[in-house]
């Protein structure tokens, strides 16, 4: 099978063994030699030798035996086997078709799309695949209906999870994203999209804001562009609107399965810079934190203790990103992590950074009252 797939002809020997062997398979055949000639063409168009019809490598049948993600082509028909429990291309299609045409039906298997978008990754991955194909015959679907149709996953995940609603419990996220995207990023209309699902998942999930967040920095590598500080400029901007002097807020949206989450939340806030990064004062964030870790500690103290940790190959980071952060409150968040609170339920890792950070902080604190 490996060397079905290596049979490329963009030298012109490979083209004459192609040839060479395409003519023995035939010379017994009695069938219809110019159809088994296209079926041939369809599953490998790279090996077309005609210019004026030849599809680009780039072109691919998305089909073809040279396709081996999301479905092998090349050993299910070698095998002659499909695994029924998987979903299939026509399933996926006439359920698009149907869906089409009543958005809210359980078209998948007794489930509604977006449901069974967020359970199935390898669904996710057939809808991406075959998102080219979505304009054609009568299941007619553009940019803006693959977006809408990724949005509504992300409702229904919010709407299921809640807080705890990340990449994690959408199992097809990763390829939803990329689909929704398209290649496309630069484009306002792209912009746009992602920001505004940023920011309507933020008021119920902070975790899945920032995983749609890292996913744009992440998947196009593209943290120096301009767009990125647009977006930090505006999840800034609407978390002080949603968050600021409302703790109990902010505490509901945490993931506190996620002990990282703040982190992460943190560094969305601020504008990335080749040479270290610049921060604009958030004192209403620090004292959100203090409020916060006050009502829950049980939450929110490993939310602050993973704050220490934001260089995690050099242990423990000491208090420079604790001071970028709460300046001149830093007195009262290393008092409130100098306390004891229940750490029944914590991981080992957990427990242990707990108790690093608290003999830090009573340092500081020994250390200040010395002074």
């Not at 069938?31 to 168009?45: C, E, I, Q, T, Y």
């Not at 299910?76 to 291309?89: G, H, P, S």
């Not at 593209?222 to 901007?237: A, F, H, Q, V, Y």
């Not at 029944?344 to 242990?352: A, K, T, V, Y």
Request: hydrophobic letters at 35%.
């Amino acid at each position: 099978m490996k060397e079905i797939r290596s049979l490329e002809n963009n030298d012109p020997s490979m083209k004459i063994k192609i040839e060479n062997e395409w003519n023995k398979c035939i010379d017994s055949f009695s069938g219809n030699r110019v159809s088994a000639k296209n079926l041939s063409m369809f599953l490998f168009p790279c090996w077309q030798d005609d210019d004026k019809t030849k599809i680009s490598v780039e072109k691919k049948s998305v089909q073809g035996v040279f396709c081996s993600e999301p479905t092998d082509y090349w050993s299910r028909f070698f095998f002659e086997c499909i695994v029924d429990e998987k979903y299939q291309d026509q399933e996926l299609l006439s359920g698009i078709k149907e869906w089409n045409d009543v958005p809210d039906g359980e078209h998948f298997r007794g489930k509604t799309l977006q449901s069974a978008l967020c359970d199935s990754l390898e669904l996710s991955l057939k809808l991406s695949h075959f998102s080219s194909l979505m304009g054609i015959r009568d299941c007619y679907i553009d940019i803006d209906t693959i977006r809408n149709i990724v949005t509504k996953t992300f409702r229904y995940a919010i709407d299921k999870h809640k807080s705890e609603a990340s990449d994690k419990t959408i199992n097809g996220f990763h390829p939803l994203f990329e689909c929704a995207i398209n290649n496309n990023f630069k484009h306002e209309s792209c912009l746009e999209w992602v920001k505004k699902e940023i920011l309507s998942t933020m008021p119920i999930s902070i975790n899945l804001a920032c995983c749609i967040y890292n996913s744009w920095c992440k998947t196009f590598e593209i943290n120096n562009d301009p767009n990125i500080t647009k977006i930090n400029e505006s999840m800034g901007c609407y978390a002080k609107e949603l968050f600021q002097d409302k703790p109990d807020r902010f505490i509901k949206a945490i993931n506190p399965e996620y002990k990282e989450l703040t982190l992460e939340f943190s560094k969305t806030l601020f504008a990335y810079k080749e040479q270290g990064i610049e921060f604009e004062k958030l004192t209403w964030f620090s004292k959100l934190l203090i409020d916060a870790c006050k009502r829950q500690p049980q939450v929110m103290v490993p939310q602050i203790v993973n704050l220490f940790y934001f260089n995690k190959s050099h242990g423990l980071y000491g208090e420079e990103w604790i001071k970028l952060i709460f300046e001149d409150n830093l007195h009262d968040v290393m008092n409130i992590l100098s306390k004891e609170i229940n750490l029944i339920g914590f991981s080992q890792e957990d427990n242990s950074k707990i108790d690093e950070v608290k003999k830090h902080a009573l340092d500081f604190i020994e250390n200040r009252h010395s002074e």
